[in-house]
Every structure is written in C-alpha cells, then in structure tokens.
C-alpha cells in the first residue's frame, strides 16, 4: 500500500506528568476511546472517535471527529497540544526543532511506502454522484472529513452518512480515501486506506459515489511584455509631427469658435494663501495614504491556508476561553453572594428572634 509522502513523527500522551511515546508505522493516525483507534484513550467520558491526525513531508494536521470543547484544526504544533479526557496529547514532526531531543522515543519507523513521483503545484477534483446527478467538488485543502453532521468540513445532509464518515486526503494530483468508523473485524490498512484512481470503479460511501475527476493545473501568469508595451504606450510622449497636427486643430477651432462669438474672459479670484496651504497638506496627506495603502505584507508564507487555518484555529480557542473564564467567574460570583445572603439571614433570625425570646423564658 502505498501513501502519501510523510516524514516520522511521534506522538506524547501525558497525565499527571507521566510520558507515553509512540511512533505511529502509517502517517494517519485516529485518536479516541474505540478500540481500533492508534492512540486509544480509555476513559468512559471520551468519545469513540475524538480526533484524526495526519502527517505529511511539511507539517501535522489535526481534525476533531465529534463536538468537543476548545477544539483544534489544521496545522498543529506540539506546544498546542490536544485536551482528551484528563490527557494531553502533543504531536511531533520531524522537521521540529525538538526532534534531535526525541527521535528515539517510542521506537522508530521508517516511511518506505510513500507514492513516488508525484505531480506538484496542481490540485485535484472528484465527483460526488447521487440522485443521479453528478457534482464536482475541487480539493482545495489537503484533509477533508466527510459526513452528514458536525464538525464535518464536507457535510452531505441525508445520504446515509455518519457525523465525520470518511476523510479524504489530497496531496497535488493524488487522492485517498479513509475509513473514520472502522470495524473492530477487520482493521487491515490496506482496507481503511484506498487510492482514488482513474482506472479504478467509484467508492461507494453511503449513498454517493466518489470517483476521481480532473487535474487542475495552475493559472500561468501573463506575459509581462503585454503590461509593460501597454504602459509604454500610455506614457510615451507624442512625436514633434503629432504635436505640431494637434496644436493646429486647436488653433483652427479656436479661430472658428472666435469669429462667432467671443464671450468676454472672467477673471478668475485670488486665492489665498491659507487656502494653497491647506490645499497642499490635504494634497500631501493624501498622497502619504495612497503610499500607505500600496504597501505590500513583505511574509507571504502567512497567507496560506494552512498559517491561516492554524491563527483563526488559536484566535477561536483564545475566545472560547475568555467566554468560559467569564461564565465561571458570573456562576462563582452569583454562589458566592447567594451563600453571603443565606449567612446573613440566618444570622438575623438567630440574633434578633431567637436570642430575645430565649432570655425572655430565662428570665
């Protein structure tokens, strides 16, 4: 069976400061509670199937399988690590700067299976077929989870599908297909893993038909000599010749136009100085935004999808945190002044009811 090209990468489960390494031998692995899971968390709060990791020649993505709190997607660092029950899982790649520190943690594998070859800079599409209706759908990521509820990227409502079914993985012209569900049975890779292939029948996943479609080849960028004549004849100066032809039609119709009618010339009004000043700075101000505005991020590593995928992934994890921390401060606070209130109460009655009466039969 052959994959995708992936470099090693490890896996740390920790809890309570203890370590657990492991090495995975495939470049996907399924993290939850089943057992047919590669990183298998036995807790009776954990969901079967809580996340599916992947790993490639670059980087480690991660995609949550059911709704969790505080969820990770995307390009994933080990600093960010997973919260899974009372564990927390961190994920290594091998271009990490901490991996000469880990490298024979949790033995080692060596990624022999990987598809050689393959075509760069291009993207696939396949076809999704049911109703008899055939819909392409290009690839624009290198994971999509496919399924019929949350937190599916690709959700296909009624067509038999469980919440996050299959995923599909896409590295420039190849694709495969993966099993999120699989059965305890039969666990063989090579029936979880399959090649979308243009010689191959279509997959059948629920009710849709998966078979793999065109290759879409990169937009060639336009040829720069186009731009710079059509510059060049924009800004170029006319020749003596078309000046001399221009200023002489200028003339005749001015001649034309006077022997007519001459309108008698305005004066126009002095401007003052304050108002050329004025006119001056709006004039320098405008041009010092229209500088500002031309001005180009010089990082364009940080516009691709997966930077984009990881910093919207931490900037909603930063929110969803500040939400719980408020909630728990408002339920702490409305507890603590319920009990200052209960405390109060009681004292009064002791104070003001109950002593008076009881030195009353005393007395």
Same mark, same amino acid.
């Given at each position: 069976?052959?994959?995708?090209?992936?470099?090693?990468?490890?896996i740390?489960?920790?809890?309570?400061?203890?370590?657990?390494?492991?090495?995975?031998?495939?470049?996907?692995? &399924?993290?939850?509670?089943?057992?047919?899971?590669?990183?298998?968390i036995?807790?009776?709060?954990?969901?079967?199937?809580?996340? !599916?990791?992947?790993?490639?020649?670059?980087?480690?993505?991660?995609?949550?399988?059911?709704?969790?709190? !505080?969820?990770?997607?995307?390009?994933?660092?080990?600093?960010?690590?997973?919260?899974?029950?009372?564990?927390?899982?961190?994920?290594?790649?091998?271009?990490?700067? &901490?991996?000469?520190?880990?490298a024979?943690?949790?033995?080692?594998?060596?990624?022999?299976d990987?598809?050689?070859?393959?075509?760069?800079?291009?993207?696939?599409?396949?076809?999704? %077929?049911?109703?008899?209706?055939?819909?392409?759908?290009?690839?624009a990521?290198?994971?999509?989870?496919?399924?019929?509820?949350?937190?599916?990227?690709?959700?296909?409502?009624?067509? %038999?599908?469980?919440?996050?079914?299959?995923?599909?993985?896409?590295?420039d012209a190849?694709?495969?297909?993966? /099993?999120?569900?699989?059965?305890?049975?039969?666990? %063989?890779?090579?029936?979880?893993?399959?090649?979308?292939?243009?010689?191959?029948?279509?997959?059948?996943?629920? /009710?849709?038909?998966?078979? &793999?479609?065109?290759?879409?080849?990169?937009?060639?960028?336009?040829?720069?000599?186009?731009?710079?004549?059509?510059?060049?004849?924009?800004?170029?100066?006319?020749?003596?010749?078309?000046?001399?032809?221009?200023?002489?039609?200028? %003339?005749?119709?001015?001649?034309?136009?006077?022997?007519?009618?001459?309108?008698?010339?305005?004066?126009?009004?002095?401007?003052?100085?304050?108002?050329?000043?004025?006119?001056?700075r709006?004039?320098?101000s405008?041009?010092?935004?229209?500088?500002?505005?031309?001005?180009?991020?010089? /990082?364009?590593?940080?516009?691709?999808?997966?930077?984009?995928?990881?910093? &919207?992934?931490?900037?909603?994890?930063?929110?969803?945190?500040?939400?719980?921390?408020?909630?728990?401060?408002?339920?702490?606070?409305?507890i603590?002044?319920?009990?200052?209130?209960?405390?109060?109460?009681?004292?009064?009655?002791?104070?003001v009811?109950?002593?008076?009466?009881?030195?009353?039969?005393?007395?």
């Open positions: 069976m052959n994959y995708w090209p992936a470099a090693r990468w490890k740390a489960i920790i809890e309570q400061g203890i370590e657990r390494w492991i090495e995975p031998e495939l470049p996907y692995a &399924l993290i939850g509670s089943h057992p047919c899971c590669t990183i298998q036995a807790e009776p709060r954990v969901s079967p199937y809580v996340y !599916f990791a992947c790993c490639f020649a670059d980087s480690v993505e991660v995609w949550p399988l059911c709704p969790i709190a !505080f969820p990770r997607w995307g390009v994933t660092l080990p600093e960010n690590s997973l919260a899974v029950g009372r564990k927390r899982i961190s994920l290594f790649h091998q271009s990490h700067s &901490l991996w000469p520190d880990i024979d943690r949790g033995g080692s594998t060596e990624r022999k990987t598809t050689p070859g393959l075509a760069q800079g291009v993207r696939r599409e396949i076809t999704l %077929d049911w109703d008899g209706k055939q819909r392409p759908k290009t690839l990521r290198r994971v999509m989870i496919l399924g019929g509820e949350h937190p599916s990227t690709l959700r296909l409502y009624g067509q %038999d599908l469980a919440a996050c079914d299959h995923a599909i993985v896409c590295v190849s694709v495969w297909l993966i /099993n999120l569900k699989p059965d305890p049975e039969n666990r %063989d890779a090579a029936k979880l893993c399959r090649p979308l292939t243009s010689m191959s029948a279509p997959e059948t996943v629920g /009710n849709i038909k998966l078979r &793999l479609g065109k290759v879409i080849e990169p937009r060639e960028q336009p040829d720069s000599s186009v731009s710079i004549t059509g510059l060049s004849s924009l800004t170029a100066k006319p020749s003596p010749l078309q000046y001399s032809e221009k200023r002489t039609s200028k %003339d005749r119709r001015s001649t034309g136009s006077s022997s007519k009618r001459r309108k008698p010339k305005r004066r126009k009004p002095k401007r003052r100085k304050g108002d050329q000043s004025k006119k001056k709006s004039s320098t405008t041009s010092s935004r229209a500088k500002d505005s031309l001005k180009l991020p010089s /990082n364009t590593a940080s516009t691709t999808p997966e930077a984009l995928t990881s910093k &919207l992934t931490d900037q909603l994890v930063r929110i969803d945190h500040a939400r719980f921390n408020r909630r728990r401060i408002l339920i702490i606070s409305t603590t002044v319920g009990f200052l209130t209960a405390l109060a109460i009681v004292l009064w009655i002791i104070f009811l109950l002593i008076p009466k009881i030195n009353e039969m005393m007395g």
